[in-house]
């Protein structure tokens, strides 16, 4: 059963309707949102709600202690719906932008009691019905050339969305005097304003004596930049990467600076005094805000780069554990999957694809076997990885062609597909006429070779992404009924009791989850870490012969996971 629901001036609106999206009962008014979704969630048969974002539904649920298990986020599936290939075809796709796609606009009034007046004499917030929206996908969805793919899509998307509010509420448990004591052990103690800590100044000062320049600003790259030439190192730029490449007494402690310079901008005392409350890190996660499916996070916490330097503060509470589960070789599996080339697969079977594609011959070391899989995944076709490349085309010619394919197709600014269906945008058409001059058709061929690359990553990395999302709505379920049957624990979180009595997720980041458990539980949780890995693959690939094994770790701190 669905249960569309809306917001107007005069409180929540809510629709009822069957499995074939007919009208159960009349629209009604709602009172008191909270205790009408705690008494449906509560029946025999818990409904699907329908709402336009979770981000503006769920929290104040979670606040109330109500949970729910499944929704339909009507934002992310119609940003899915209008870009996929496989609905391209259908009304929905093809019409024009509208406010729909456009981000959730804030309620101009707060939300309570009805007013006086009959029922249908409501004013919506907004000209948007979220019934029309929620007939027009369905209607898409019956449209699409692979329906049940694209239906998986969207109630993967729709959990994450589900998870990451329930992420952010419940916060990922962070101890403040371990992290300053990371932070005076790292960078010396807090500096006064303006001011830089101890330890980084010391290096500093054997950066500019080894460049001669006694006033040097490493933060400016312009001013690093113009120091490293006056010291005769000729580089194109200040990042690391490139830096590291070059033999020179400065290097090395500008490469330790630059290291701590991130730590202190990052998860310096700053962070610390903005980002962790009451002894919690609260994440805010952006289901989606990548356009490979990924997840984007926005605010200055930084949920997707936690750095390994300040994780020590991430201590479980007491009588709990962290369990940290990642996922092994995750795209370079999923590329195996979705070429269905069982060579490929087979070399990853004994746990290291790595290790098994050497054991294949078509390298000679686990280190040519991760670099040459990156470049064909990236499109490396310069250096070691270009000539690797060749060796891997002839032991997994299945799974090179489909990348390279991909990168064909985004070079003629086509569209490609994730496995669900997941559209890339579109990009620029190649093309010259008789009046362009050489440099610039090598211009739109560098621009189509470029955009070739991203795609050619595009259809790895959204897969990935989908396979995580799958896997995290099956950690979510499992572990919520381990705790669900679980007796009464006082403790961990406020607010929500089924917080406080299950497991639940902390952190996610791209190939990697954190749940916070009961000591006791710690082994179930493992247990439903692997079974839901094991179902993301069968989602996904049906039963072909690909795994993905996960490592998984029971911890005190988060800094003893690997």
Sequence with gaps: MDIVLGRSNRGVLLWQLDANGQMV??????TSLEQEVARREAGPMSPRWVWDDTSRWYPELIRAGVRVRRCVDLRLSRAIIRRSPLTAETPMARA????????????????????????FDWEPETADDPTVEFFEQLAAIEGATDPARLRLLLAAESAGSLIAAEMKFAGLPWRADLHEALLTDTLGSRPRSGERPAKMQQILEVVRTALG???????????????????????????????????????APLLDYKKRARILSSNGWNWLETNVISGRFHPDYVPGGVVTGRWASKGGGGALQLPKQVRGAV??????VLV?????????????????D?????????????????ASGAVDTREQAKLAMLGAMYGATSGEAGRLLPRLAKSFPRAIALVEEAARAGERGEVVSTRLGRGSPRGAVPGWDETSTVAEKERVRAQAKSWGRFTRNFVVQGSAAEWALCWMAGVRQRVFELGDSAPS?????????WLRNSPHLVFFLHDEVVVHCPLDLAASVETALRAAAVDAGRLLFGQLPVSFPISVAAVASYADAK
């Design 489 to 497: 624990r006082a403790g961990a979180n406020a607010g929500a009791s």
């Design 315 to 320: 201590v479980a509470d007491p009588g709990w």
């Design 324 to 340: 940290v589960a990642d996922a092994a070789q995750l795209e370079p599996r999923i590329l195996s999957a979705l070429a269905s």
């Design 96 to 119: 024009a932008f509208a406010s729909w796609d456009q981000p959730t606009p804030e309620p101009r009034s707060p939300v309570g009691a009805p007013s006086a007046g009959t029922l």
């Design 342 to 358: 069982r060579a490929m697969a087979e070399a990853g079977q004994a746990g290291d694809l790595y290790a098994g594609i050497v």
């Design 213 to 251: 320049a006694p006033d040097l600003n490493p933060d400016s790259p312009t001013e690093l930049l113009r120091a490293l030439k006056l010291a005769g190192i000729e580089a194109a730029s200040t990042r690391s990467w490139e830096l590291q490449n070059i033999d020179h007494p400065a290097i």
């Design 25 to 30: 009962i009349e629209p009604q008014l709602v």
